[in-house]
């Protein structure tokens, strides 16, 4: 006998390993719903979630309807299957809003796993938009904003954040106190495992942009981050982090600034958590474009006792136009080893590429080689300079443009040319176009070059490349 609201015809596929689902019922969810004479139809919707989430199972789809939910969170305890995922998402051509007004609950709250939230609008909360429980689920497409705290985190595992905007969360600190503390915009948390973030643009946060903070295996991939508080992606006391394919910049009059300051593009640090030590390591940091932040790379030490840099690569990024020094690095030397800066074009307008701390001289912990600083060697050079080094001027194939990663492709036959040193294992650079394979002939920064005299045909092609990737 059909379940009460179960609307949809159930597909399946007979394959030699027995039968799977793929699809099961249909639940709608309306403004204008009633949970008591509603069955879930399209015909006759449930008015909250709570009413859908009673009936549902896994592989069942909950459709949600155009208009404004208030205070119709969405919270899922129950699971799907790897083959059979709950989805929520909205009715076709509709972009449905969950408004909390202000209340001290999530919008999105996913205990579950194998869960799919896409396609909503979350906002007006007096904690954060959504929040990532459970395992193997997915929020994609959804636009987060006003938020007190975060804007959307993960604490469980292989839970991907996918192609969302998140801006005006982290208003708790709004007013921008001294010693005010403060969440993100993307938060990876405590507990989080093999945590995916890609594709989000996130802006206009009075936190971090995006955070890694004590994540256990994390990608910050692809994402734009630009005009957050203090830093745009932030790697905090975490292990078995890759950050590629960002960018980041600041356009300086935004207001989301630290004392003035606008906030360091891509930071690393090992701030103190009770019980959890000095964990900062294996963090790769790679094809990167980051632009007219305060600092393009800064390494801000450790809180901790043991701590410092270990096994961290930050290779083939280009930083550019810093207000401040583009590379800082301070010294912890408690882990210290296997951490290379190598492969970057770096620019800094006064010649401040980079500082590196004193005491990591005569250190074998820390590496640094094959990098283009653009200018001439600047007379206060702080142990930066290493074999393959190259210094002077970059063309590119158009005028950089801080909001465009793209404008700052390097043009065929310019200094950085065939400059940076293979040995990172990196295949393609931030466009996705192959690094060749033969030693020794890649690029330094985040792009492969295109020919200088086909610009417009390059051009073409480059967001040909663009357009597929997205």
């Known amino acids: 006998m059909r379940r009460k609201g179960r609307c949809s015809v159930v597909f399946v596929v007979i394959t030699s390993l027995g039968t799977l689902v793929l699809h099961g019922a249909e639940f709608y969810v309306a403004t204008n719903g009633n949970d008591v004479t509603g069955d879930g139809s399209a015909a006759a919707p449930f008015r909250t979630f709570d009413k859908a989430h009673s009936v549902m199972a896994a592989g069942d789809d909950i459709f949600v309807g155009p208009g404004v939910h208030a205070t119709n969170r969405l919270r899922i305890t129950k699971s799907g299957t790897a083959n059979n995922p709950i989805v929520v998402a909205p009715v076709p051509g509709a972009r449905p809003v969950l408004d909390m007004l202000w209340r001290d609950e999530p919008c999105v709250l996913i205990y579950g796993r194998h869960v799919v939230v896409e396609g909503l609008e979350l906002?007006?909360?007096?904690?954060?938009?959504?929040?990532?429980?459970?395992e193997s689920n997915v929020l994609r497409r959804c636009i987060a904003h006003h938020a007190v705290s975060?804007?959307?985190?993960?604490?469980?595992?292989?839970?991907?954040?996918?192609?969302?905007?998140?801006?005006?969360?982290?208003?708790e600190n709004a007013a921008r106190g001294a010693n005010a503390g403060w969440g993100s915009g993307v938060k990876v948390f405590y507990g989080a495992k093999n945590s995916v973030i890609v594709s989000n643009v996130?802006?206009?946060?009075?936190?971090?942009?995006?955070c890694v903070t004590r994540g256990m295996g994390a990608v910050v991939r692809q994402n734009v981050s630009y005009d957050n508080y203090s830093v745009l992606i932030y790697v905090d006391n975490s292990y078995e982090v890759v950050v590629e394919k960002n960018h980041c910049y600041s356009l300086g009059h935004s207001g989301f600034t630290r004392e003035g300051r606008m906030a360091a593009g891509i930071a690393l640090a090992e701030e103190q958590y009770s019980g959890w030590g000095?964990?900062?390591?294996?963090?790769?940091?790679?094809?990167?474009?980051?632009?007219?932040?305060?600092?393009g790379f800064i390494y801000y030490g450790s809180d901790v006792a043991g701590g410092g840099l270990s096994n961290v690569v930050v290779a083939y990024n280009t930083f550019w136009g810093s207000s401040n020094t583009a590379i800082s690095v301070e010294y912890q030397g408690g882990k210290l080893g296997g951490s290379y800066i190598a492969n970057n074009i770096v620019q800094q307008p006064a010649g401040a590429v980079a500082w590196v701390d004193d005491r990591y001289v005569g250190k074998a912990g820390l590496k640094l080689f094959h990098n283009f600083w653009v200018g001439m060697r600047?007379?206060?050079?702080?142990?930066?300079?290493?074999?393959?080094?190259?210094?002077?001027?970059?063309?590119?194939?158009?005028?950089?443009?801080?909001?465009d990663a793209y404008s700052f492709v390097i043009a065929e036959g310019s200094a950085p040319c065939g400059g940076a040193t293979n040995i990172?294992?990196?295949?393609?650079?931030?466009?996705?176009?192959?690094?060749?394979?033969?030693?020794?002939?890649?690029?330094?920064?985040?792009?492969?070059?295109?020919?200088?005299?086909?610009?417009?045909l390059g051009g073409v092609l480059w967001v040909l490349v663009k357009l597929r990737r997205c």
């Open 202 to 210: 996130v802006y206009h946060n009075y936190g971090e942009g995006i």
């Open 424 to 456: 990172f294992g990196v295949r393609e650079d931030y466009a996705g176009v192959a690094r060749p394979a033969i030693p020794r002939t890649h690029d330094m920064g985040a792009f492969q070059a295109i020919p200088e005299g086909g610009a417009v």
């Open 123 to 134: 906002r007006n909360s007096s904690n954060m938009c959504a929040r990532l429980h459970g």
């Open 278 to 295: 000095a964990q900062l390591r294996d963090v790769r940091v790679i094809n990167n474009v980051v632009c007219f932040a305060d600092r």
């Open 150 to 171: 975060h804007g959307i985190m993960t604490s469980g595992t292989n839970n991907v954040i996918e192609g969302c905007e998140v801006y005006l969360t982290v208003l």
């Open 378 to 403: 600047p007379a206060d050079w702080r142990n930066c300079n290493g074999p393959g080094d190259r210094t002077g001027s970059v063309a590119f194939v158009r005028e950089p443009v801080v909001t």
